[in-house]
C-alpha cells in the first residue's frame, strides 16, 4: 500500500513557475512508474506527464511539452513536477500517481493523491 500526498500547488500568475511535489511513505516509490494528471472544472481528468521506475525515460503530453517536466528522487521518495510558461488553462486540480505494472508508459494506476490545486491568473 502506498500513500501519496501533493504539494506545492497555488496561485500563480500566468508566465509564472510552480513546482508541484509528491511525497509517498508505506512502499518505497522505486517499485512503482509515477504519473501526473489534472482535472479542470467541468472537465474530465488528463494525463499530464509519466516517469518510469528509475527516472530515465519519461513523457508528456503534448499540451505540457516544453514547459512542464517531471522527475523524481527515489532517495526521498518524491516525485516532482517543474511547470514553467503557466497559463490560465493549466487551472486545474494535480494528481500524482503510481503505477504496479512493468510496462511504460501505462494508463493502469493503482494509486491516487488527493490532489493540489493550481490556479493560472491571466
Known amino acids: 500500500q502506498v500513500q501519496l500526498v501533493e504539494s506545492g500547488g497555488g496561485l500563480v500568475q500566468a508566465g509564472g513557475s510552480l513546482r508541484l511535489s509528491c511525497a509517498a511513505s508505506g512502499r518505497t516509490l522505486t517499485y512503482y512508474a509515477m504519473g501526473w494528471f489534472r482535472q479542470a472544472p467541468g472537465k474530465e481528468r488528463e494525463f499530464v506527464a509519466t516517469?518510469?521506475?528509475?527516472?530515465?525515460?519519461?513523457r508528456h503530453a503534448d499540451v505540457v511539452k516544453g514547459r512542464f517536466t517531471i522527475s523524481r528522487d527515489n532517495a526521498k521518495n518524491t516525485v516532482y513536477l517543474q511547470m514553467n510558461d503557466l497559463k490560465p488553462e493549466d487551472t486545474a486540480v494535480y494528481y500524482c500517481?503510481?503505477?504496479?505494472?512493468?510496462?511504460?508508459?501505462?494508463?493502469?494506476?493503482?494509486?491516487w493523491g488527493q490532489g493540489t490545486q493550481v490556479t493560472v491568473s491571466s
Open positions: 516517469i518510469n521506475r528509475s527516472g530515465g525515460s519519461t
Open positions: 500517481a503510481a503505477s504496479a505494472t512493468s510496462l511504460f508508459p501505462t494508463s493502469l494506476y493503482d494509486y
